[in-house]
């Protein structure tokens, strides 16, 4: 169950959401596909722009994020609602930040509180923001899918730099339904289906790994023992 829950906040950057077949058999089992397709916008976004830039800045340490450039959603996408001096982005990513065969993709109750540093935020992010337009201008699923893999194919996206890394230690996270807060930790970011390094997933690592073969990286996960406002995280989370 462990790499289960991995993967799936892999794919959702991070992401990203754990059981993702528990997700999947509970959205079958209702009989009415909870998240067949999207729902209106409004239901996406934090009307409320300077609790989202709040909401953002929580995925890392205030050391880092009060320096960051921070990102909003709004009816026409994404925009700088901060501008930043450290090279670090903190936004919020929604529910199509993971990938696009996910039962939870159309969640709108997704909040994904996300910091790049500046590698990740040049090379990593950039899919993300695709991903957003994409959805914006009402394209399926499929579409979704396709548009990157192209995008990637011909190096329309930029290739991920080394170092690419980003926090996602909110504990005000919503990642989905069934758990909601998954652990605080760091993801670090590697190009293509790297083979396992660091022994990570062996007993008693605080080492995760998952690959996301839609977007084409592996992610390390490193685990921390603090959410990013310094106070304690329980060790018997899922």
């Given at each position: 169950?462990?790499?289960?829950?991995?993967?799936?906040?892999?794919?959702?950057?991070?992401?990203?959401?754990?059981?993702?077949?528990?997700?999947?058999?509970?959205?079958?089992?209702?009989?009415?596909?909870?998240?067949?397709?999207?729902?209106?916008?409004?239901?996406?976004?934090?009307?409320?722009?300077?609790?989202?830039?709040?909401?953002?800045?929580?995925?890392?340490?205030?050391?880092?994020?009060?320096?960051?450039?921070?990102?909003?959603?709004g009816h026409e996408g994404y925009k700088i609602a901060v501008k930043g001096t450290n090279g670090f982005l903190c936004i919020v990513e929604r529910s199509w930040g993971q990938s696009?065969?996910?039962?939870?993709?159309?969640?709108?109750?997704?909040?994904?509180?996300?910091?790049?540093?500046?590698?990740?935020?040049?090379?990593?992010?950039?899919?993300?923001?695709?991903?957003?337009?994409?959805?914006?201008?009402?394209?399926?699923?499929?579409?979704?899918?396709?548009?990157?893999?192209?995008?990637?194919?011909?190096?329309?996206?930029?290739?991920?730099?080394?170092?690419?890394?980003?926090?996602?230690?909110?504990?005000?996270?919503?990642?989905?339904?069934?758990?909601?807060?998954?652990?605080?930790?760091?993801?670090?970011?590697?190009?293509?289906?790297?083979?396992?390094?660091?022994?990570?997933?062996?007993?008693?690592?605080?080492?995760?790994?998952?690959?996301?073969?839609?977007?084409?990286?592996?992610?390390?996960?490193?685990?921390?023992?603090?959410?990013?406002?310094?106070?304690?995280?329980?060790?018997?989370?899922?």
């Amino acid at each position: 169950m462990r790499k289960n829950q991995v993967m799936v906040i892999a794919l959702a950057f991070a992401l990203q959401v754990v059981y993702p077949d528990a997700g999947q058999q509970a959205v079958a089992q209702d009989g009415k596909g909870a998240y067949a397709a999207m729902a209106s916008l409004d239901q996406y976004l934090i009307s409320d722009e300077k609790s989202e830039i709040a909401l953002a800045r929580s995925a890392a340490p205030s050391s880092i994020s009060d320096g960051a450039e921070v990102m909003v959603l709004g009816h026409e996408g994404y925009k700088i609602a901060v501008k930043g001096t450290n090279g670090f982005l903190c936004i919020v990513e929604r529910s199509w930040g993971q990938s696009t065969d996910q039962a939870e993709f159309w969640n709108p109750k997704m909040r994904a509180p996300h910091c790049f540093n500046a590698q990740a935020t040049r090379s990593f992010a950039p899919i993300y923001l695709m991903k957003t337009r994409l959805v914006l201008a009402g394209k399926s699923k499929a579409e979704i899918a396709q548009a990157i893999a192209t995008a990637l194919d011909e190096k329309e996206l930029p290739a991920l730099e080394p170092g690419a890394m980003a926090y996602m230690m909110s504990r005000h996270q919503y990642l989905n339904d069934r758990d909601k807060v998954w652990h605080t930790h760091a993801m670090f970011f590697f190009p293509g289906d790297m083979t396992k390094s660091w022994a990570a997933d062996d007993p008693n690592s605080p080492v995760m790994v998952a690959n996301d073969p839609e977007e084409r990286v592996t992610i390390l996960f490193v685990l921390a023992d603090k959410w990013s406002d310094g106070t304690a995280a329980l060790s018997n989370m899922p």
